[in-house]
């Protein structure tokens, strides 16, 4: 199958670097977004998220003249929907006596209605966003039904979702395997045609609920293992011991390789792909469903770690190193950092957030600073929630030059602790209670 022009519904952190990557091999290609800011921002030649190397991308498929952005659909031979899937707020499901998050489809169903007037025979249509399982079969199928054309017998229908890193997508979208999952097994052959443009890693075509089902078992497949890492966070805690020199000893087996502990899970993937299982089947996933228990209530177990550092939370003034879900991006959805402070806030301390790849973030209920300097003045304790490469290059004899605060809660093992402690700071660790019953007896 040939495509000529494609039609990129969604133009985030995933749309976006897809459009860029076919426009870059030659496909014409209409980005569309309901966000009229971010239509503006595009075709001004700018970009409105942090990805590396995206800028470079978005400007040269610009300047081929293949990609254009709008705020509607055009007539295409390929539509790929690639819109969030969040939770609904609010609303939960119930299962004996249990409740658990819902996914908020509206975002789908207004892509795949959007498409309805434009919808062709011979045309493919793709959805990336992830999804409960059926969502193809059972939700797309029915709305696109609509035009009068019949999904399988008059134009092709698969799901694909993204397999890449925050941080690598470029690269990761070329590089990484694909599976492609078709209503048909036409359908999914029309999928391996259009991503074989650039993919090239795998490809593998299967049925399009057996590809839901595979992007979801992948990012809980994470969560169940982020999930014992944090328990043994804890475990770690009450027993006197140093997690990290505990999982650095168990990894030591070789067919053991426990994850790092942290403050919490977030993303749009690993925090809330696992819920659509347990909204899908709540009787069959009492793991998944523990699992997300574990790793949303570890920003609760960070705060008291940082409580226990400075003995009580009322009036005290802590900087708070970090937004993002994780290093280096400048994603903050989900992002457990977020929650730490409001927890924080909330037993009556004052926090100043900084996130320098996001200095201009709105976040409700925190107080965000401009800068490094802004967020440590005045402060009483330093908190690091994120692993970002310029937290783990910070100085604490130049740190010292800038705040009386002496007090460190490391809450991702981002920084060298017999530095800090050899230029006056205490250093606390989460997990690592070994340390502080030392400097206890000492």
Known sequence: MKFQKICVIGLGYIGLPTASTFAANGVNVLGMDINPHIIETLNKGEIHIHEPGLRDAVTK???SGNFKAATQPEEADAFIIAVPTPFQENQFGEYNGVKYKLADMRAVISAAESILPFLRKGNLVV??????????????????????????????????PERVLPGQILRELIENARVIGGVTPESAQAGRDLYSIFVKGQIIETDATTAEMVKLMENTYRDVNIAIANEFSRLADKFGVDVWEAI??????PRVKILSPGPGVGGHCISVDPWFFVEAAPELTPLIYHTRQVNDSQPH?????VKRALGSLSGKKIAALGLAYKPDVDDLRESPANEVIHLLQEQGAQVKAWEPFKPDAKMRGISMADSLESALKDADAIVLLVKHTEFTNLVPQEIAKITNARIIV?????????AWKNHGFVFHRIGDSKSEIQNRKS
């Open 61 to 63: 498929a610009i300047g």
């Open 127 to 160: 959805l990336e966003s992830t999804s409960p399982p059926r969502t193809t079969v059972d939700l797309i199928t029915p709305i696109l039904a609509r035009s009068g054309l019949v999904a399988g017998r008059d134009f092709h229908l698969a799901y694909s």
């Open 248 to 253: 650095s000893i168990a990894n030591l087996h």
């Open 301 to 305: 177990f960070v705060v008291e770690n």
């Open 410 to 418: 490391d809450t991702v093992n981002g920084l060298n602790s017999e």
